[in-house]
């Protein structure tokens, strides 16, 4: 069944991050070089991940796309922020802006899924050694990969199809830099209840059924550490978990205070600055927290380094 818009709105304007001339300039190159780093050190990881066979383990296959999904997501609005900052009015066709929502949900439960299966992995990977190459196999891995991205694909659709059936009057100014769920309901003049019904059932489901594995699967590897005698084994323990917690924490913390907080004159402004924690902050650090903080990254890259060196050195003819 095709969905109807009856929107007299075509397009809308995004009013961006501050309407202080002043600044344009300043977040411009911020934003810019925020976004050069997330996609130079995306692409470097997922190289990385491609070209050494050592990091083609379960472990690596779930940060390959991470990084995947972060690469993608920064091209979602990133761009189309960037070229606000020159811009007088920013504007977004209707159609741009439902598409901007879609992958821009789509994006985020998928990423928020693979943290969660990577939690698992951990587990598996800590608590049960012995079981690990059996537990994790490739098949396993593809599964939970699929259905990260399904149970993404689907909230996506929920979201924006909801939001297509919504009526917008009069008003098309949205008092962010994107087309998020709650900017965008603010401005219908046609009953929102759906909408809001659906983003709370879908928050609340990902939050609650994810943040439940990923506590377990943690508490079951601080029950384990705690019950091994070695320092070394402790150590493996929290140089393969510390990466993902800190990802882990920077993800769901930023998302967190972005959507639950006390409604008040200066939330929205507040809701603005969490925004981009997640969506610009955390795409950028996931790489590094991963190469700074991980060994076998490390080995990859200097490796790949010197495979690079060697074909870029001249050939001494005798």
Known sequence: MAVENVSSV??????????????????????????VVTVVGNLILINLICLNAHLHTPMYFFLFNVSFIDLCYSFVFTPKML??????????????????????????????????????????????????????????????MSASYVMGFAGAIAHTGCMMRLTFCDSNVINHYMCDVFPLIQLSCSSTYANELVASIIAGTVIIFCSLIICFSYALILFSILHTPSAKGWSKAFSTCGSHLITVGLFYGSGLLTH?????????????????????????????IYSLRNWDVKLALKKTLQRITNRAEPVVLP
């Open 10 to 35: 075509t397009e809308f304007i995004l009013v961006g991050l501050t309407d202080q001339p002043d600044l344009q300039l300043l977040l411009l190159f911020l934003f810019l070089v925020n976004y």
């Open 83 to 144: 070229m606000s900052f020159n811009s007088e009015r920013n504007i977004i066709s209707f159609a741009g802006c439902m598409a901007q929502l879609f992958f821009f949900c789509f994006f985020v439960s998928s990423e928020g899924h693979v943290l969660t299966a990577m939690a698992y992995d951990r587990y598996v990977a800590i608590c049960k050694p012995l079981l690990y190459t059996i537990t994790m196999t490739p098949q396993v891995c593809s599964l939970l």
């Open 260 to 288: 639950v907080k006390p409604s008040s004159p200066g939330s929205l402004e507040q809701e603005k600055f969490f925004s981009v924690l997640y969506t610009h902050v955390v795409p950028m650090l996931n790489p590094l």
